[in-house]
């Protein structure tokens, strides 16, 4: 019988507070409760997922920290999608995003100061940063225009380009610049969803993290081609073994199918940016 980690029920439990207390102050549609609760759902899921694979009962200092993030998120969310059919609450949204920012670096932090840096950890903090980019992306849409979207959905794109390339499944190694590249997705966007400059500021600022972003993914997928397995390794067959008095010689064994060489696997485990592109 799988065991129930209250970790992740409890993640769940908080995002459903949060969603109730934006809903008596600043109110939310049903649109907004369904896409926070949902992403909730999701969450808590996958994270009862990663633990069980893991074989452990508990969520670490960091991922804690990051689960804290993400019930922010999942606010973050709810505020968005009821957005489409009013008003946003920008003095609600935006301090919410910028303390869900602000505890990027910290669990990081938190993970360095207690040796608990984990690949579920890595990955969690991923895919929160990840979401967090794209509702934000949807958020200024309204502002900048559709292609903004291409800054949330990159990732996802590169997602998808994995399962169909087998060579971008490959492990990047750690890039400081993709770090500074990941932050400055989120402050960008956060300024411009403030709605405090004059759209044509915000346009170029949207621009530059569009920019920023076409660069960091492009350099990692020039990466992985040149780093692709091209030259197949070969094994020649054996001689036959003379046959002895009375016993039938054996046959030549088959040269073995090509198997692709294995270039080594760099640890990015540390790497905790949402721009890391590890294929899933």
């Known amino acids: 019988m799988s ?5 992740p029920v409890l993640g769940l439990t908080a995002q459903t507070v949060l969603l109730a207390g934006l809903a ?21 899921v996958a994270l009862q997922r990663g633990l069980r694979h893991r074989v452990v009962d508990r969520l670490g200092p960091a991922d804690r920290v990051t689960l804290t993030r993400g ?17 946003t609450p920008l003095s609600v949204l935006v301090p919410m995003t910028a303390v869900a920012l602000a505890l990027d670096a910290v669990d ?9 840096a984990s690949a579920l950890g890595a990955r969690f903090d991923m895919e929160v940063d990840a979401f967090l980019i794209l509702v934000l992306s949807v958020q200024v849409t309204p502002v900048v225009g559709p292609w903004v979207l291409a800054i949330g959905g990159l990732r996802y794109a ?4 994995g399962w169909l390339l087998p060579w971008m499944r490959g492990t990047l190694p750690p890039r400081f610049w993709r770090k500074v590249v990941a932050a400055t997705q989120g402050v960008l966007l956060l300024v ?17 993290a569009l920019a920023l972003l076409v660069e960091s993914f492009g350099h990692d997928v020039g990466w992985l ?37 294995v270039r080594p696997r760099v640890d990015s485990i540390t790497d905790r940016s949402f721009v890391a592109h590890q294929p899933v």
């Open 3 to 7: 065991r129930v980690r209250t970790g």
């Open 24 to 44: 008596a102050t600043v109110g939310l549609d049903v649109a907004g409760w369904l896409a926070g609760l949902g992403y909730g759902v999701v969450t808590c």
């Open 71 to 87: 019930v922010l998120v999942g606010g973050v969310t709810a505020l968005v999608v009821t957005g489409f059919s009013g008003p």
């Open 108 to 116: 990081g932090w938190v993970a360095r100061r207690t040796g608990t």
């Open 158 to 161: 590169f997602v998808v380009a």
């Open 192 to 208: 411009v969803a403030a709605d405090v400059l004059a759209r044509p500021v915000t346009a170029v600022l949207a621009a530059v």
């Open 225 to 261: 081609w040149w780093h692709r397995s091209t030259r197949p390794a070969r094994v020649a067959a054996p001689t036959p073994v003379a046959a002895l008095p009375g016993v039938a010689p054996l046959p030549a064994v088959a040269a073995l199918p090509s198997v692709p060489s």
